[in-house]
Structure formats: C-alpha cells, structure tokens
C-alpha cells in the first residue's frame, strides 16, 4: 500500500514558477513509476510526466516539455515536479500517482494503482 501527499501548489503570476512535491509512505515507493497527473475544471484528467522507479526514463506531456522537471529522492520518498514558465493553461489540480509494476504505458491513468489527493495550482494572466 502507499499513500501519497501532494503540496506546493497555489497561485503564481503567468512566467512564474512552482515547484510541487509528493511525500510517500510505504515500502514500494522506490520500486514504483511515479507520475503527474492535472485535472483542470470540466476535463478529463491528463498525463504530465512520469519518472521511472530508477531514475534513469522519464516522460513528459509535448505541452510541458521544456518548462517541467520530474525528479525523486527515493531516500525521501519524495518526488517532484519542478514548473517553471507557467502558462494560464497550466491551471489545474495536480495529482502524484504511483504504478507498482511500471510495464505499461506511463501515459495512462488507468496504469496507475494510487493517487494523492491534489493539489491546486493557478496561473493568472
């Protein structure tokens, strides 16, 4: 089992950055994929990035390519998602997720066997 708790979103002007943070608990933390997810109001939930258990794939939405950074510490349990050149169109509630097997598509939302809570980040013009 692992649970997982987003923080450091909020509000940041257009160009500004964040960075947001997912603490797990559990002992399959360092063996997952870990991923970014961002739901915004009346969309489905969309693919951001995703890291490999190792450290050594990662993978990112074309639309954030370039201005977000995926990373862990597995001795923190901890993985971020650094965003920097924040768009109006990056708002959006932010989901850490976890794959336990990490063979499918890291895209997915259904290949994802836990979720954090959210966390919400808005970017005014």
């Known amino acids: 089992q692992v649970q997982l708790v987003e923080s450091g979103g909020g509000l940041v002007q257009a160009g500004g950055s964040l960075r947001l943070s997912c603490a797990a608990s559990?002992?399959?933390?360092?063996?997952?994929?870990m991923g970014w997810f961002r739901q915004a109001p009346g969309k489905e939930r969309e693919f951001v990035s995703a890291?490999?258990?190792?450290?050594?794939?990662?993978y990112y939405a074309d639309s954030v390519k370039g201005r977000f950074t995926i990373s862990r510490d597995n001795a923190k349990n901890t993985v971020y998602l650094q965003m920097s050149s924040l768009k109006p169109e990056d708002t959006a509630v932010y989901y850490c997720?976890?794959?336990?097997?990490?063979?499918?598509?890291?895209?997915?939302?259904?290949?994802?066997?836990?979720w954090g809570q959210g966390t919400q980040v808005t970017v005014s013009s």
């Open positions: 997720a976890a794959d336990r097997d990490g063979l499918g598509s890291p895209t997915k939302v259904t290949q994802y066997d836990y």
């Open positions: 559990g002992r399959t933390f360092s063996s997952s994929r």
């Open positions: 890291m490999a258990y190792s450290g050594r794939s990662t």
